[in-house]
T-cell receptor, first 113, second 116 residues
Framework: AQSVSQHNHHVILSEAASLELGCNYS??????LFWYVQYPGQHLQLLLK??????LVKGIKGFEAEFIKSKFSFNLRKPSVQWSDTAEYFC???????????FGTGTRLQVTL | GAGVSQTPSNKVTEKGKYVELRCDPI?????LYWYRQSLGQGPEFLIY????????DSGLPNDRFFAVRPEGSVSTLKIQRTERGDSAVYLC??????????????FGPGTRLTVL
């Protein structure tokens, strides 16, 4: 069975600080990896995804993530956060094609001015 | 439509009652998924349809939960004899293999179910 761990439950940063959110997964086969974001009062939106190829993937709003297969990790990064990045961030994995997503418990990011 | 839509946005019911939650996927998406999200948790998988058939229903918690997708588009999640523990946000997502999306799941706004 798949599982996803997000180590940081609540992160508080000042604007312009750098961000790294951890995500580790447990699954023995080929995986697809995702980061979704949920802004206050809005629905889940796709931030970025990794299917294959270059392990460094770039998403919307300046976010990027690196897949490190040997560490079963897919950490999310942003060099300089903005107040508008305040949201909940979810890492998710599936076993390919159209299968179900397994989500982590989420990280709440609060960016202060 | 432009995105996944779900109705109602909020549903309050009494313990023991029956509820139906509706999901309208992105036009042309063949795969449809239901998830449940409790406070402070990530979404948990319930069931997934490919076309009209349930391809994976391993996440349904018990036989009070049932979902249909009779024409391969709109889906209804049905909960019988609701319990207070069923209170959560029920999310629907859809995906397809076409384009560069490659089965990426796109989520609707959810239905917040409260069982009193």
């Amino acid at each position: 069975a798949q599982s996803v761990s997000q180590h940081n439950h609540h992160v508080i940063l000042s604007e312009a600080a750098s961000l790294e959110l951890g995500c580790n997964y447990s699954y023995g086969g080929t995986v697809n990896l995702f980061w979704y974001v949920q802004y206050p009062g809005q629905h889940l939106q796709l931030l970025l995804k990794y299917f294959s190829g270059d392990p460094l993937v770039k998403g919307i709003k300046g976010f990027e993530a690196e897949f490190i297969k040997s560490k079963f990790s897919f950490n999310l990064r942003k060099p300089s956060v903005q107040w508008s990045d305040t949201a909940e961030y979810f890492c998710a994995v599936n076993a390919g094609t159209a299968s179900k997503l397994t989500f982590g418990t989420g990280t709440r990011l609060q960016v202060t001015l | 439509g432009a995105g996944v839509s779900q109705t109602p946005s909020n549903k309050v019911t009494e313990k023991g009652k029956y509820v139906e939650l509706r999901c309208d996927p992105i036009s042309g998406h063949t795969a449809l998924y239901w998830y449940r999200q409790s406070l402070g948790q990530g979404p948990e998988f319930l069931i997934y349809f490919q076309g009209t058939g349930a391809a994976d229903d391993s996440g349904l918690p018990n036989d009070r939960f049932f979902a249909v997708r009779p024409e391969g588009s709109v889906s209804t999640l049905k909960i019988q004899r609701t319990e207070r523990g069923d209170s959560a946000v029920y999310l629907c997502a859809s995906s397809s293999s076409s384009g560069t999306g490659g089965w990426t799941q796109y989520f609707g706004p959810g239905t917040r179910l409260t069982v009193l």
